[in-house]
Structures are given as C-alpha cells and as structure tokens.
C-alpha cells in the first residue's frame, strides 16, 4: 500500500497569513496515464469531509483561491494563501494513483494562534 | 445537487454484522462510469478507505478487510449497501459513502461496537 506522510501533525497559524501543509508519498504518483491522482480533503469539525482539489492543483468548484496545490513525483504541498477563521479543521491528502487501496495521509490540524 | 445518505443501526456487539444503506439523489448509480465508495473514521482518527461498487456491477475493496466486506448495489432503489461482518469494537467509527474518489459525501453515521 502507499503511505502518505503529512507534515506538520498541528499547525497554528495567525489570521490573515499563509499556511502550508505537506505530504509525501512512499511510491511516486503519476499514473500511467500520465495523471497523478493526489487529492485534497477539508474537515471542519463536526462535519464531513470536503473535496478541495484533485489531481494535485485542480480546484472543486467553489474553493476559494486562497487554497492551492502543488507538487509532483513523492512531494505534494497545500497551501492557503491567508487563513481565515472558516479554514480551521483538519486536511487530509490522498492518493488514488496505485489502488486499491486508497490511501490517505495522517491528517494536519490547522488552528488559529 | 448530488446527496448521499446513509442509514441503519448505530449501535451493535461484537461478532455481529453491520448492514449500511447509502441512499442516492441526484445520482444514478446504473449511470456509466458512477462509482459509490465507502469511507470510515474511527473517533478521533484518520480516515480508511474500505471499497467501491461501479454501475457496471465491477467491485474493489481494501485489501486488509476484503474477507469481511460486501458491497452491493439495488438500481431499482438507487441504493449501494455495506455489509461488514465480525465485528469488532476497532470497527467503531463513522461511516461515510462517497461518490466515486470522495467528489461527494455522505453526512455519516456513527456506528458503535460493544458489549
């Protein structure tokens, strides 16, 4: 199965400035088909999951640009341009590149400082 | 608008079966290229993949509990159902059907194993 490793476990940051989460993957992630299917998932609390973006920078429709991905081979980043108060919750990356299984990454939990 | 829902019983002991139905709207599972998946969370923890139906009928599952999960679909209703045999308290978790790779989400439910 692949691993996905975030960094870091908690992650307080002070409104209105940037946070960055990291994952990273025990096998690379491009697909033979050339996509690399590495997503982004928000957790308020108390509530389910939220798809933020596929295939490691596509945004859902609706996210806030403040959200964006990046990264490629093993190395994938989240990063939210200014926090807002709406942002606390716990983000989780998965893969669906080598599956099944699906996996997901350990969760981050961003709080406000 | 996409909705998932899923219903049955939230308490149960070891060594039962747990039956789960995921209801549709807005969503035809019998649609070429729908998958619906199931996700679970422990309290507290991370989240676990368990398994996905295709309208086509084809099925994957998560290795580590293959031998204990069935997934089937009822197209008459519009329904896929979770089927998860001796249980175990380490089975407490909440529940959630996705569309296909987590588009959508169900709101979960919280199934709970004990004695």
């Known amino acids: 199965d692949v691993v996905l490793t975030q960094s870091p476990l908690s992650l307080p940051v002070t409104l209105g400035q940037p946070a960055s989460i990291s994952c990273t993957s025990s096998?690379?992630?491009?697909?033979?088909?050339?996509?690399?299917?590495l997503n982004w998932f928000q957790q308020r609390p108390g509530q389910s999951p939220r798809r933020l973006i596929s295939k490691v920078s596509n945004r859902e429709s609706g996210v806030p640009d403040r959200f964006s991905g990046s990264g490629s081979g093993t190395e994938f980043t989240l990063q939210i341009s200014r926090v807002e108060a709406e942002d606390v919750g716990v983000y989780y990356c998965?893969?669906?590149?080598?599956?099944?299984?699906?996996?997901f990454g350990g969760g981050t939990r961003v709080e406000i400082k | 608008q996409i909705t998932l829902k899923e219903s049955g019983p939230t308490l149960l002991k070891p060594t039962q079966t747990l039956t789960l139905t995921c209801s549709l709207s807005?969503?035809?599972?019998?649609?070429?290229?729908?998958?619906v998946g199931w996700i679970r969370q422990p309290p507290g923890k991370a989240l676990e993949w368990l398994g996905i139906?295709?309208?086509?009928?084809?099925?994957r599952y998560s290795p580590s509990l293959k031998s204990r999960l069935t997934i089937t679909k009822d197209s008459s209703k519009n329904q896929v159902v979770l089927t998860v045999t001796n249980l175990d308290p380490v089975d407490t978790a909440t529940y959630y059907c996705?569309?296909?790779?987590?588009?959508?989400w169900g709101q979960g439910i919280l199934v709970t194993v004990s004695s």
């Open positions: 807005g969503l035809s599972i019998s649609t070429t290229g729908v998958g």
């Open positions: 996705v569309n296909g790779f987590g588009k959508n």
């Open positions: 139906i295709y309208w086509d009928d084809d099925k």
């Open positions: 096998q690379r992630l491009v697909h033979s088909d050339g996509n690399t299917y």
């Open positions: 998965m893969q669906a590149t080598h599956w099944p299984p699906l996996t």
